[in-house]
């Protein structure tokens, strides 16, 4: 069971890694706020951290949360298997990584520029504004512009 805190103590809104983190959810749940960061990848920080999951996020202490962020920042120190980890042999490094927050969008960005800087079918589609995943474009994703048969006036 968790324990009561002190009214004083207890953090509304917590901020770890550049998101904002509801204090009145369950620890778990609420770092799955962090883009980057599911139910069972929160589930396992929580078991590494050693922190009960009954826990409400505003009643972490500081050094509860800098062992959270720790751990989701280099989470091949604390025993988490490589395919646990969301970006699979960087091209660039060759690392095995977890990205979070804003480094998704980064590192997403980076990847679309080098697939069109390449000239890759991916990146032509990218650069077009063309569906990419080889879904049909016929009579689908028009977006405001007309593609295919003109009614004749």
């Known amino acids: 069971m968790a324990m009561v805190v002190e009214k004083d103590e207890f953090q509304h809104i917590l901020r770890i890694l550049n998101t904002n983190v509801d204090g009145r959810q369950k620890v778990a749940y609420a ?4 883009q980057g960061v599911g139910r069972r990848f929160a589930n396992i920080i929580m ?4 922190i009960d999951l009954d826990k409400r996020a505003g009643e972490l202490t500081p050094a509860e949360i800098e062992t959270i962020k720790t751990i989701i920042q280099t989470p091949q120190q604390f025993n988490i298997p490589e395919w646990f980890l969301n970006r699979n042999k960087d091209m ?3 690392h095995t990584l977890h990205l ?3 480094q998704i969008a980064q590192k997403l960005r980076e990847d679309i520029e080098r697939m069109k800087k390449m000239r890759l079918h991916r990146g032509i589609r990218h650069y077009w504004g063309l569906k990419v995943r080889g879904q049909h474009t ?5 977006r405001g512009r007309t593609v295919g048969m003109q009614k004749k006036s």
């Open 47 to 50: 078991k590494k951290a050693e």
């Open 138 to 142: 016929k009579t689908t994703g028009r």
């Open 92 to 94: 660039r490094t060759g």
């Open 31 to 34: 770092l799955t706020k962090i």
């Open 100 to 102: 979070v927050s804003n």
